[in-house]
């Protein structure tokens, strides 16, 4: 049975089911809303009648659990495209979350990147994610880099549209001044992987200084919950030279 509803974005929603209309049970957990017709299926099978009910959540609140960042074990491999002034590169990430470990005296969780099947850098995001997904730094061949305090990828509780301004210092750039922008997409998104619907949308627009040099960007990503990142794109200009990379989900194996 799918049972469908009148959503609106920036609310959240829950269905339930009962075959008595005394004693209910949650078939799904929170759903973030979007301005549209939402769905939920459910196994009728075996059962003479089911009376169904959609609770509206207040606020806008995600369970950051279920982006599969703090699972060691998961993978997912990405199609990657570079453009800059160096020229265009193609090539796969294949990543996974490889550990739990600590990085710049913080509990963090380690996210694998290989290139080829080389290690080619490390993201480290704090073993927290009861109030959103903060980023301590990184690792590649060219060395380490950490944010402090932690930049924020993500927020468990938020207002759709709504910028969040944010700073911390890079040790690569210096101070960083930051805006995040959380949304709710219902437009579906076709990748490698497939296509996906209901996706929150994050935007980072990022401005900072080093050395005397202006930098500004700007990432969008666009997650699926019980999948994880399915996209992302992230633009970095500096002095007017800008690049690109764009990522997008070709597989994933996440539990």
Known sequence: MEVRWPGESGKQYELFCSLD??????????IPGIDGTMSAEDE?????RKFYRVEELGGSALDLARFKLGTIGNKWTYDVVSNSILGNEVYTWETRILQRTTFASQNVV????????????????????????????????????TNSPPSPSMFASFIPEV???????????????????????????????GTFTD???????????????????????WFELDIGLVKHIGVLDILGSISTTTFTLASFDVN
Request: proline residues 4%.
């Open 163 to 193: 910028g969040v301004p944010t700073n911390y210092t890079s040790s690569e750039i210096g101070p960083v001044t930051q805006t995040t922008t959380i949304t709710m997409e219902s437009d579906p998104l076709t990748v490698g992987a």
């Open 199 to 221: 996706l929150i949308k994050v935007t980072h627009k990022y401005t900072a200084e080093t050395l005397g040099v202006q930098i500004s960007g700007a990432t969008t990503e």
């Open 44 to 48: 009728i099978s075996g059962a003479p």
């Open 110 to 145: 380690e996210w694998e990147f290989k290139r080829g099947g080389d290690w080619d850098q490390s993201i480290f995001i704090l073993d927290d994610f009861s109030t959103g997904i903060f980023e301590v730094g990184g690792e590649n061949s060219d060395g380490v880099q």
């Open 21 to 30: 209309l005394e004693n209910w049970t949650k078939i799904t957990e929170a």
